[in-house]
């Protein structure tokens, strides 16, 4: 069982930058790939971005492509997302995940959940 606890959220302007952080801890949480998911108000959550167990293949949303950069630190137990030129749309709860199948970009193909860090962007 990998517990996940998300921080760095907050109130930025359009254009702005933010970076969240996403610190696993559990006996195997460096051996899961990583995936960062927000939900909007009134909306379904959404994939964001994923990352690999070693740190490589990152994959995006198109929406964020070019954007946001996810990257993690093993010896840290930690995912972080790196959001740059933020954009109103991008205001949101955003979770992490630990994948649980393969290159998923759906929620039932990540578990362990973590509680959500909002992102408020202002135009």
């Known amino acids: 069982q990998v517990q996940l606890v998300e921080s760095g959220g907050g109130l930025v302007q359009a254009g702005g930058s933010l970076r969240l952080s996403c610190a696993a801890s559990?006996?195997?949480?460096?051996?899961?790939?990583m995936g960062w998911f927000r939900q909007a108000p009134g909306k379904e959550r959404e994939f964001v971005a994923a990352?690999?167990?070693?740190?490589?293949?990152?994959r995006y949303a198109d929406s964020v492509k070019g954007r946001f950069t996810i990257s993690r630190d093993n010896a840290k137990n930690t995912v972080y997302l790196q959001m740059n030129s933020l954009k109103p749309e991008d205001t949101a709860v955003y979770y992490c995940a630990a994948e649980i199948r393969p290159w998923g970009r759906g929620e039932a193909d990540f578990g362990s959940w973590g509680q959500g860090t909002q992102v408020t962007v202002s135009s």
């Open positions: 990352i690999s167990w070693s740190g490589g293949m990152p």
């Open positions: 559990g006996r195997t949480a460096s051996r899961y790939a």
